[in-house]
């Protein structure tokens, strides 16, 4: 009882937090370093984007730190690659370890390759033959524990810096998750709660924002600076539920859920299932969809949709390798394709 009493009271906090933050409407498309909503993570990407509360280990960070808690190596590594939209790759790298008595410690690094972008000015709109590159990067430091059998819980700081010519802005970000399993005694019942995203807001400054202006009535230039506008980062609230289900002894099904509440774009749900075969071949499936598209989209409806993946995991004594695949439908573009080798000890 006291265990659900715990559990209880960090869901009404994290709904107390998501209704004073809550937004939507208007707000959609006014926040900015969406770069956190990037997912990683093959195994969850070919759920749907929806195991918040049945990953575990390394897998587990991104979309829940609670998850990393349950990791049964003493370290985990991790490098993944996703080819994103519009030609841009998405690359990941992680590092878990675990300290017996005091939690889990991960650290975690995604960075985003858009590629060479032309300098263009009015007097030289096909370009000035210069060119420049904008990076975006998100350094997150998180922990996680096991504060009973049944409950766990894991926060993430993450710095976040964007990096446009000769403008550039970095903020903190926190990311705080719950995941309750056997919920009601029954075994591989699984509920979870995630806030994400909650932090300061970010303003660009640099020497971009500079502009030269002539004064009278002697026409001395002079320089002024461009006071660019604050924006928010994307928070977003999910309630996630999952079961897995051995068939025998060497089949197992998982189905995952999510209601993911956005403050800056259309509410989503997501859903995905696995299927495993003796703990080494893996097949997954998704499907996510936004409660009403047509209001930020029009008539386009949502940009993601299928989702479906496979993974490999090979163990022996004190060390275990795991290579997945997921492949995300992308409406307008090429769908996205992404990899990731996980290696533990």
Avoid: C
């Avoid at 995604?110 to 904008?134: A, C, M, Q, R, W």
């Avoid at 307008?332 to 080798?341: K, Q």
Wanted: hydrophobic share 40%; no cysteine; glycine share 12%.
């Amino acid at each position: 009882m006291k265990k659900i009493f715990k559990l209880i009271s960090v869901i009404i906090l994290l709904l107390a937090v998501n209704t004073a933050f809550a937004g939507g409407g208007s707000r959609t498309g006014t926040a900015g370093a969406t770069q956190l909503l990037i997912p990683v993570g093959p195994r969850g990407i070919a759920m749907g984007e929806s195991n918040l509360v049945t990953a575990s280990g390394i897998e587990a960070l991104y979309w829940n730190p609670a998850g990393v808690s349950h990791m049964t190596n003493n370290a985990d590594v991790l490098f993944s690659y996703m080819s994103y939209i519009a030609d841009i790759g998405v690359q990941y790298g992680a590092v878990a370890a675990n300290f017996e008595g005091f939690g889990t410690v991960s650290f975690a690094v995604k960075s985003l390759s858009v590629g060479d972008i032309p300098v263009t000015t009015t007097t030289n709109p096909d370009g000035t033959g210069e060119t420049y590159s904008p990076t975006e990067i998100v350094a997150g430091v998180s922990y996680s524990r096991m504060l009973t059998d049944a409950i766990s819980v894991g926060l993430t700081a993450n710095f976040v810096t964007e990096t446009l010519a000769e403008v550039s802005a970095s903020g903190v970000s926190f990311d705080f998750g719950v995941i309750y399993n056997n919920l009601a005694d029954i075994n591989g019942l699984s509920i979870g709660v995630v806030a994400k995203n909650f932090g300061s807001e970010m303003t660009f400054s640099g020497t971009g924002l500079y502009q030269v202006v002539s004064e009278p009535p002697y026409g001395v230039n002079r320089y002024l600076t461009v006071q660019a506008a604050p924006f928010e980062m994307p928070f977003n609230f999910q309630l996630a539920a999952g079961y897995q289900r051995p068939l025998d002894a060497i089949n197992t099904l998982e189905f995952t859920g999510i209601y993911m509440n956005n403050n800056f774009s259309p509410d989503e749900f997501k859903f995905g299932a696995e299927y495993g075969y003796n703990k080494m071949f893996f097949v997954r499936a998704g499907y996510q969809f936004a409660s009403d598209p047509g209001d930020s989209f029009g008539d386009s409806n949502y940009l993601y949709g299928f989702t479906a993946g496979a993974g490999f995991n090979y163990q022996v004594e004190g060390f275990s390798v795991k290579v997945d695949y997921a492949y995300r439908y992308a409406q307008f573009f090429d769908g996205n394709n992404v990899f990731a080798l996980t290696l533990g000890f």
